[in-house]
C-alpha cells in the first residue's frame, strides 16, 4: 500500500464514527423528542445531516476500496457496519489498524527505495 491508499483510509476513519453516531444520536433522538413534544421540525434536518453523512461514508468507502484495492467481502462487511447503530465504532477500530499498517509499508517501501 502506498500513502495514498492510507489516506484513504484515514478520511473514511474520520467520516465512520460520525456516520455511526448519527443514526442512535440524531435520528434516535429526534424521534423521542418528536412524541413527547410539539418539536417536529428537527426530524427533517436531523434525517437530512445522517443521510449526508452516509453518502460520504459510502464514497468513502469505495475510495478505499478502489486504491486499497479490498475484496468484494471486506467493502460489504465494512458497509454493513454503517447500517448497524454504533457499527462504524467497530470498523474505526480496525481501520486504524489498516492504516497504521498501510503508512509502516510505505514508509519501509519508502527506505528500501532509497
Not at 8 to 15: C, D, F, N, W
Request: glycine share 6%; no cysteine; hydrophobic share 55%.
Amino acid at each position: 500500500m502506498d500513502i495514498k491508499t492510507a489516506s484513504a483510509l484515514h478520511r473514511l476513519r474520520l467520516i465512520s464514527v460520525p456516520e455511526a453516531l448519527s443514526f442512535p444520536a440524531l435520528l434516535i433522538f429526534g424521534s423521542v423528542l418528536s412524541r413527547v413534544s410539539d418539536i417536529d421540525f428537527l426530524m427533517m434536518p436531523l434525517g437530512v445531516l445522517h443521510g449526508i453523512l452516509f453518502v460520504i461514508y459510502g464514497v468513502m468507502l469505495l475510495d478505499v476500496w478502489v486504491k486499497a484495492k479490498w475484496p468484494f467481502k471486506k467493502v460489504l462487511f465494512f458497509f454493513v457496519l454503517s447500517l448497524i447503530p454504533f457499527g462504524g465504532l467497530y470498523g474505526d477500530k480496525v481501520l486504524k489498524r489498516e492504516e497504521a499498517d498501510s503508512v509502516v509499508a510505505a514508509r519501509a517501501r519508502e527506505a528500501a527505495q532509497a
